[in-house]
């Protein structure tokens, strides 16, 4: 997958993208409410089994710097449903990002004729909920401690 955005691409992780990643995934605040911190260790791991794998489930967000986090996309729980999602850089965060990738993730879920996406998200996480709710996600319970947002497309 690669989506071209006004100011974003989106596209296959590459090896040499473990770096800018690591810088990503091991802050605390942006792991707030994700996971613990990663280990560039654990990250590689996490790009090696969830961005160079076949098919990928989440892919390189670049802007005019360089890699500034991921996009998750993916099935989840039947082939035509995907979980979509963000993690950026804090450095990156305000700046309406996770709003033109969750209209482009939207976008490319149409073109795929695919019936519906979810986002995921720990309830404290109020701006993801934000975003959800503005393009017309609707709650659909909880599931492991996390919201789900679905959209029928």
């Known amino acids: 997958m690669r989506i071209e955005t006004q100011r974003l691409l989106v596209r296959p992780f590459e090896e040499r993208d473990l770096d800018a990643l690591c810088a990503v995934l091991s802050d605390p605040e942006t792991m707030k409410y994700i996971e613990p911190p990663f280990s560039c260790e654990r990250t590689a791991r996490f790009l090696r089994e969830a961005g160079l794998c076949e ?70 996480q109020a701006a993801t909920r934000r975003i959800a709710e503005a393009f017309g996600f609707r709650p659909a319970g909880r599931e492991d401690g996390l919201e789900v947002f679905l959209l029928d497309l």
């Open 55 to 124: 098919p990928p489930l989440v892919f390189a967000a670049e802007d005019h710097g360089g890699v500034i986090g991921h996009v998750i996309f993916h099935a989840c729980g039947a082939p035509d449903r995907y979980e979509v999602g963000w993690v950026l850089r804090r450095d990156r965060w305000g700046r309406g990002y996770a709003s033109e990738l969750t209209a482009a993730l939207i976008a490319e879920g149409r073109a795929r004729g695919l019936k519906s996406l979810l986002i995921e998200c720990d309830p404290r």
